[in-house]
């Protein structure tokens, strides 16, 4: 399919920052441990989902030794409302036990230390450095993938390359917010089953041929 240009780039960035110029997750946490943990839990869930799950847990377990005193069976019983719970309450635990071995007890500012936390990929990895640490990364969750490859934005294959198609594509100073500016877009108007076009302020840039009327 046709890819945008730059100038229809650089105009669809401008629509949405003058819409939004401080977008920032849906998932509600306290510092950057449960940021960590709220992106762990979030995968294949909502956000509405964990938040909910999360409300009461970060009160109790806002860090790695809180959390490790709650045990996984406490964990669980907190997170059983979320998918996949069993696994990713070991990986919450395990990950906490390795901040605390490895890093004081601090969610490290390095992107090879955070992927190498059970239960974290480069996505996670991505959404911290960003978040946590003012990093202009991209995280492509399905959203993302499937926006860039839809509006012409970034099209490719997989997610890495459309992860190195839109750090080269979007502009610098749009890059700190791109991520979610993308995915607040693809979950509330470039939605997957029938992307609302007539609603959309940037359809005008788009390249998607299928447009709903």
Same mark, same amino acid.
């Given at each position: ?12 960035? #401008?629509? /949405?920052? @003058? ?8 998932? $509600?946490? =306290?510092? *950057? ?78 992107? #090879?230390? /955070?992927? @190498? ?8 990895? $991505?959404? =911290?450095? *960003? ?78 041929? #299928?447009?709903?009327?």
């Amino acid at each position: 399919m046709a890819q945008m240009t730059k100038a229809q780039i650089e105009t669809f960035f #401008a629509r /949405l920052a @003058a819409a939004d110029a401080a977008p920032t997750t849906e998932l $509600n946490y =306290v510092n *950057n441990y449960t940021m960590l943990v709220a992106v762990v839990l979030s995968a294949q869930a909502t956000d509405v989902g964990v938040n909910k799950a999360t409300a009461k847990l970060f009160e109790i377990a806002d860090t790695p030794q809180k959390m490790l005193r709650l045990g996984e069976g406490g964990l669980t019983e907190h997170i059983r409302t979320i998918g996949l719970y069993r696994n990713k309450a070991k990986n919450v635990i395990a990950l906490s036990r390795q901040l605390i071995d490895l890093h004081g007890g601090e969610v490290p500012h390095d992107r #090879a230390a /955070l992927e @190498a936390l059970p239960g974290v990929g480069r996505k996670t990895a $991505n959404v =911290v450095l *960003n978040m946590a640490f003012g990093e202009p990364t991209i995280a492509v969750d399905t959203h993302i993938f499937r926006l860039s490859n839809r509006t012409g934005l970034a099209p490719a294959k997989n997610v890495v390359d459309v992860e190195k198609k839109l750090l080269k594509r979007v502009p610098d100073h749009y890059r700190q917010h791109a991520h979610h500016w993308l995915i607040l877009h693809g979950r509330y108007v470039c939605k997957a089953r029938k992307p609302d076009c007539p609603r959309c302020m940037v359809a005008d840039q788009c390249q998607y041929r #299928a447009k709903t009327l």
